[in-house]
């Protein structure tokens, strides 16, 4: 949460913060002038606090002889669902990547056939050779998941923990 006092009269303040947020591609899902505006921000695809798609909400009041902006700043519901959806499809990604590889190496430990053992197969018999990539292969990309996993879980620490940036720099622009 944020809150800038302004010297300039409500009206004023609330038409300079809609065409600053109109000039940063805000999308205004409702506004009450000139108390009250909430826009959507940023892309699905956004990564940090400032691109990541958030909805901010600004409320005007008065305040001595100018004007009190209070912002709060919320990331997007379809930005949170797509983070966690797309987390747990590559968890199930990376499992079945590790059970391809642990139903080879078994195959080539000690001969017995798994589901994925056909993997290992060229041209209908089995090859050491092929088997061998197949597993380095399963692994190596399972492992790529699980720290993408990681990554993506800090990413997300960061951008609920910064989100505000947004609101806070567009307030820092109106107050110039």
């Known amino acids: 949460m944020s809150a800038r006092n302004f010297s300039t009269e409500v009206k004023r303040t609330y038409s300079e913060l809609k065409r600053i947020l109109l000039d940063k591609g805000c999308k205004i899902i409702s506004e009450e002038s000139p108390t009250h505006i909430v ?32 912002s709060q700043s919320s990331v997007s519901s379809d930005w949170a669902n797509l983070t966690l959806w797309g987390n747990v499809a590559a968890a199930v990604l990376a499992a079945i990547f590790w059970w391809i590889a642990s139903d080879i190496t078994n195959l080539l430990v000690d001969g ?18 092929y088997a061998f990539f197949m597993v380095n292969l399963t692994k190596a990309l399972s492992v790529v998941l699980l720290v993408v996993i990681i990554l993506e879980i800090l990413d997300v620490f960061i951008v609920y923990r910064r989100i ?3 609101a806070e720099t567009t307030l820092d622009e109106l107050t110039k």
Not at 57 to 69: E, L
Not at 112 to 129: C, E, V
């Open 39 to 70: 826009v959507s921000h940023g892309s699905l695809r956004g990564v940090s606090p400032r691109s990541a798609k958030k909805v901010v909400d600004f409320r005007i009041s008065p305040h001595n002889s100018g004007a009190r902006i209070v």
């Open 112 to 129: 017995t056939s798994g589901y994925w053992t056909w993997l290992a197969g060229a041209f209908g018999y089995p090859n050491i050779q």
């Open 164 to 166: 505000s940036i947004f």
